[in-house]
C-alpha cells in the first residue's frame, strides 16, 4: 500500500482516514485512555479537528464519562481505550448506552492480526468482548493490507447508522496498528520475518538449549528445577515464576542484560524449553525471536501459535511425565553453554546493587529498595515498569516471599484489588510495588483493605505508589516529542494520595529520599499502609540507560 510521503507513518496515515469519517459523521469530541498501542490514535485527534474532552486513566470511568457527554449533546462521542484488558472496561458503559440507543463510538486499539493469534502481549478478543452491547462492529485489516479508499469506505458505511434513529447506538471500530514499542514508533514494524529453523526432529544429546521460566508455572517450581538438573541447560527465571524466592534450579536472574551481552549474541541457543507465560524481559523476547531456535512449549494456554517462535514450535501438556520424557531424550546439554550464562549472571548480578548506590534519587532506586525488603510474605508487583523493575532487582535468595504479577493480558487494572484478595487468602504480610496511573486504576479496591475470608484480623500490608507524574514508561520511547505529550500520553495525575488513604482509613507515610523509604518499609503498624513515593518525574530516562551500562560492564581494576 502507498501512503502519504507527508505522513510520519502509514499507521498515522490508517488514523487520519479513520477520524475524518468520524469528524464528517458529527463526532466532535473524544474521551481518550493513552496506552502503548493507541497512541497514534490519540494524537490523530487534534489533525481531524476532534477536541479530547478529558484524558482518563481508568477505561471504566473514562466510558460512562463519555456516555455522558453523547447523551446530554445528542451527538455521537468517540472513546479511545489501547489494547487489552482495558477494552473489557468499557462494557459496563455499553449495557448502559445500548439499549437506550447511545452514539458511543469505540475506537479499540489492537495489535496487528498476526499478533493476536500468536499471543503477544496486551492482546485480546475485542470484538468479542463488546459484541454483546454493540450494534455494530468493524474489525479492520492491518493497515498494510488494503487500501486507503477501502478503508475510508468501510469506516463511512458502519457510521451511516448514525443518522438512522432506529439503527444508531454503540459502535466499536477495532484498529491493529504496528509497532514495537507503540503505534507512534518511526518504523512500526511489529512482526519481524520469522527465523529459518533447524529441524525440530533433531531433538539430542549435547545441544545449546534453554530453560525460560516465565510468569505463572503451570506446574510446581520444584519440577522445573529438576528438569534444570536433569539437562544441564541454563534456567532463566522471571521474578513472578516462583523459582527466585526461594532460590531453585541455580536461577539465571539477569537475562535483561545478559541478552545484550556480545558472549551471548554471538552464541545462539539451538533449542528453548519455555514454561510458563512469555518472559517479562523485552530484550530477553527478542533474543529468543530472532535466534531461530527449535522452542518447546508447556503451558496451559489456549494459543496454539507463539510470537516468540515460528509456528513450527510444540506445545506440550506441563507435568512430570512429560518433562521426564524430554529430559531423557536431550540430557545432557552443553556444559559450556551452561557455564557461560551462569558465569555472566554472576557477575552482572554482582554489580546491581553497586550501581543502583551509585544513582541519585529516583524511580530506578526506589524500586531497588522496595524490591530488597524483607520482612514481607507475600510482594505483588503492578505491570508496566514495576514489572520490569522488579525483574531486574529481585535477586534469587532463600526468602519464602510469594511474588505474584498479574501477566494474563499485562493490564494495570484490578491490582490494588487483586493484591488485597492475595493477602486475604494467604494471611500473609503484603507489600504491592504499583505506580501512579495503575494505583488511580483501582482505587475502590481499597474497600476491601480490611476483607478477610476468616473472618480474623487481616494481616497488615503496605502499597508502595510511585508517584512519577503519569506514565514514565512512555518518556523512554521518544514521545516527549509528540504535541501535547505531557497531556495525552503522560497523563500526570493531580490526585492527593494521602487524602485517598485518609478516606479507606488507611495510614499514610510520604517518602521524598531512599533513607525515609527504608524506615517506612521496616517501621511496624497496624492495618494497611498507603507508602506514596515522590520520585523525579523524569528520573527514569535519566537513569536507566547508566544504570544498565554501568551493569553490564565490568569496573576496571586499579
Not at 270 to 281: A, E, F, H, M, Y
Amino acid at each position: 500500500m502507498r501512503t502519504d510521503p507527508t505522513q510520519r507513518t502509514r499507521n498515522a496515515a490508517w488514523v487520519d482516514v479513520i477520524l475524518t469519517e468520524l469528524r464528517r459523521a458529527g463526532t466532535t469530541q473524544a474521551v481518550v485512555c493513552p496506552g502503548g498501542r493507541s497512541i497514534a490514535l490519540v494524537m490523530g485527534f487534534a489533525r481531524a479537528g476532534i477536541a479530547v474532552v478529558h484524558v482518563g486513566t481508568d477505561e471504566r470511568s473514562a466510558a460512562f464519562f463519555a456516555l455522558g457527554l453523547a447523551k446530554a449533546a445528542g451527538r455521537p462521542v468517540a472513546i479511545c481505550v489501547t489494547s487489552g484488558s482495558a477494552v473489557a472496561n468499557l462494557l459496563p458503559a455499553l449495557t448502559e448506552a445500548d439499549p437506550l440507543g447511545i452514539k458511543l463510538i469505540l475506537l479499540t486499539a489492537d495489535r496487528p492480526g498476526g499478533g493476536r493469534r500468536i499471543a503477544m502481549p496486551q492482546t485480546a478478543d475485542h470484538i468479542g468482548l463488546c459484541a454483546s452491547a454493540v450494534r455494530e462492529a468493524l474489525d479492520l485489516p492491518d493497515p498494510d493490507t488494503t487500501s486507503l479508499g477501502d478503508l475510508r469506505r468501510a469506516v463511512a458505511a458502519l457510521l451511516e447508522r448514525l443518522a438512522d434513529p432506529a439503527r444508531c447506538g454503540p459502535l466499536q471500530i477495532n484498529i491493529p496498528l504496528h509497532g514495537v514499542f507503540t503505534s507512534a514508533d518511526a518504523d512500526p514494524d511489529m512482526i519481524p520475518p520469522p527465523p529459518s529453523l533447524p529441524d525440530h526432529q533433531d531433538l539430542r544429546p549435547g545441544l545449546r538449549g534453554l530453560i525460560v521460566a516465565g510468569p505463572d508455572l503451570p506446574v510446581a517450581p520444584a519440577l522445573v528445577a529438576e528438569l534444570r538438573r536433569s539437562l544441564g541447560y541454563p534456567l532463566l527465571a522471571d521474578a513472578a515464576s516462583g523459582l527466585r524466592r526461594p532460590a531453585q534450579g541455580d536461577p539465571v536472574c539477569s537475562a535483561d542484560v545478559l541478552a545484550l551481552l556480545p558472549a551471548l549474541q554471538q552464541h545462539r541457543p539451538q533449542l528453548v524449553i519455555r514454561i510458563g507465560g512469555p518472559p517479562i524481559s523485552l530484550m530477553l523476547q527478542r533474543y529468543l525471536a530472532t535466534s531461530g531456535a527449535a522452542t518447546v512449549r508447556f503451558t496451559h494456554d489456549h494459543t496454539t501459535g507463539d510470537f516468540l517462535s515460528a509456528a513450527a514450535s510444540r506445545t506440550l501438556t506441563p507435568d512430570a511425565r512429560n518433562f521426564a520424557a524430554l529430559a531423557e531424550r536431550l540430557a545432557p546439554g552443553d556444559p559450556d553453554w551452561h557455564a557461560l550464562w551462569v558465569e555472566q549472571d554472576r557477575a552482572v548480578r554482582s554489580r546491581i546493587d553497586q550501581a543502583v548506590a551509585d544513582l541519585p534519587w529516583g524511580e530506578c532506586t526506589a524500586a531497588h529498595i522496595v524490591c530488597q525488603a524483607t520482612g514481607y510474605g507475600l510482594l505483588h508487583i503492578a505491570n508496566s515498569m514495576s514489572a520490569r523493575h522488579a525483574n531486574l532487582f529481585i535477586a534469587p535468595t532463600q526468602d519464602t516471599t510469594r511474588i505474584f504479577m498479574n501477566r494474563g493480558v499485562n493490564g494495570i487494572d484490578g491490582t490494588v484489588s487483586t493484591f488485597l484478595g492475595e493477602r486475604a487468602a494467604t494471611g500473609a504480610r503484603g507489600l504491592l510495588l504499583i505506580g501512579d496511573q495503575a494505583m488511580l486504576h483501582d482505587i475502590t479496591g481499597l474497600e476491601a483493605a480490611d476483607a478477610n475470608p476468616n473472618g480474623a484480623i487481616c494481616p497488615n500490608g503496605a502499597i508502595c505508589v510511585v508517584n512519577n507524574q503519569g506514565g514514565s514508561l512512555f518518556d523512554l520511547f521518544g514521545l516527549p516529542d509528540l504535541p501535547d505529550h505531557a497531556r495525552l500520553v503522560r497523563n500526570p495525575t493531580t490526585v492527593k494520595f494521602s487524602h485517598i488513604a485518609a478516606a479507606f482509613g488507611c495510614s499514610y507515610t510520604r517518602c521524598e529520599d531512599a533513607a525515609t523509604l527504608r524506615q517506612a518499609l521496616q517501621a511496624q503498624w497496624t492495618g494497611l499502609r498507603l507508602i506514596e513515593i515522590i520520585v523525579p518525574p523524569h528520573s527514569l530516562t535519566r537513569d536507566l540507560t547508566p544504570l544498565l551500562q554501568a551493569i553490564a560492564t565490568p569496573r576496571p581494576v586499579i
